[in-house]
């Protein structure tokens, strides 16, 4: 690690982390809406609609870190694309939520519990690896794995994308469950740009 000889503004660290935890609270909320019925999707979309709001703060409140700060911990384009990738991911799990309540969506296709199960476990990936930064340490294995559901999640799209095009289903329900399934890879690829910032901070400090 490179040695510094100016203070660091640190508190980025644990807003990073509070990020990432927000994060899991999200995909615990995708979780809940596989069991629920659709009488109860409703108040978990509200819930999933404060969590996206408490990441929007989180994320405001590094920019206006990132502006006030005059030393970082490490480079400033670095710090606003992870804090902008981490942001993305809360995005598309409450579009994705907010979707399927629009829609009025009966049933979820079999494979979308996949999609959710690889964004809940990248998600406890991330916020495990966020404090991390601090150190720069253990986090090899992390990106390693994100990047490798990210490829599982991949694999699950595609097939979940030969199943709504199988003739089962009408075409408007095709649309609708398409765009929801779509939203749901947009997270996982999200999870992926966290990670593969991570990695480009690493090495940069390293």
């Known amino acids: 690690m ?6 660091r503004e640190t508190s980025f660290y644990d807003m990073f982390a509070a990020s990432a935890d927000n ?10 809406l596989l069991g629920a019925d659709s009488s109860a999707r409703a108040e978990i979309s509200e819930r999933m ?10 994320t405001h409140a590094i920019f206006h870190q990132l502006n006030s700060s005059f030393i970082t911990p490490f480079d400033r ?41 690889v964004l809940a476990r990248a998600a406890e990936l991330t916020a495990e690896a966020m404090p991390n930064l601090r150190t720069m340490t253990n986090l090899t294995e992390y990106w390693i794995e994100v990047n490798r559901l990210e490829n599982q999640a991949d694999q699950i799209h595609r097939k979940l994308l030969a199943h709504l095009f199988n003739g089962k289903y009408d075409a408007i329900e095709v649309l609708k469950l398409k ?28």
């Open 23 to 32: 994060i899991v609270t999200g995909s615990k909320l995708l979780m809940e």
């Open 2 to 7: 490179r040695f510094r000889l100016t203070p």
């Open 77 to 117: 384009e670095d710090i606003y694309r992870l804090a902008s990738s981490l942001d993305d991911i809360m995005d598309f799990m409450e579009e994705a939520v907010d979707l399927v309540v629009l829609y009025q969506v009966e049933e979820l296709p079999k494979g979308v519990e996949q999609q959710i199960e």
């Open 179 to 206: 765009q929801i399934v779509d939203v749901l890879e947009e997270a996982a690829d999200a999870f992926e740009h966290v990670a593969n910032t991570v990695e480009t901070i690493a090495v940069k400090e390293s």
């Open 49 to 58: 609609r404060a969590a996206e709001h408490a990441g929007d703060d989180a």
